[in-house]
């Protein structure tokens, strides 16, 4: 296939095997890939996210944007924080993006910075 490293099949299998895990383990897992996909070039950083979007149809038609932050994993003694929905909200302490994560402690992906939602 030209321009492709793996073959469709294969990441149908791998796809396949990510939709097979809740949540929180989906975001363990991408914690670990997204990461290496920043860029710093000419003085800027561009790093690869997980967003939530919620969208009130009664309200509005532009959704609202959240990026998922990582469980502090220390804090929950290794675990990955409650096997919940992303149900956490809150925003960065440091840099004040809207924060959405199963676990009321985490690590805001954009800057690092360690947060407390709600
Ligand atoms: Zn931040």
Redesign the pocket.
Known sequence: MVGCVTADEDRDRLAKQLLELPVHELVDVLRRVLPHYTEDEYGLRTTLVLATANKDEDVSDVPDLALVAWPDRDYYDGGLGPDQGLWEEGH?A??A?DLASNAKRAY?P??G?RCALT
Do not use: D, E, M, S
């Open positions: 960065c440091k840099c993006t805001c954009a800057c910075a």
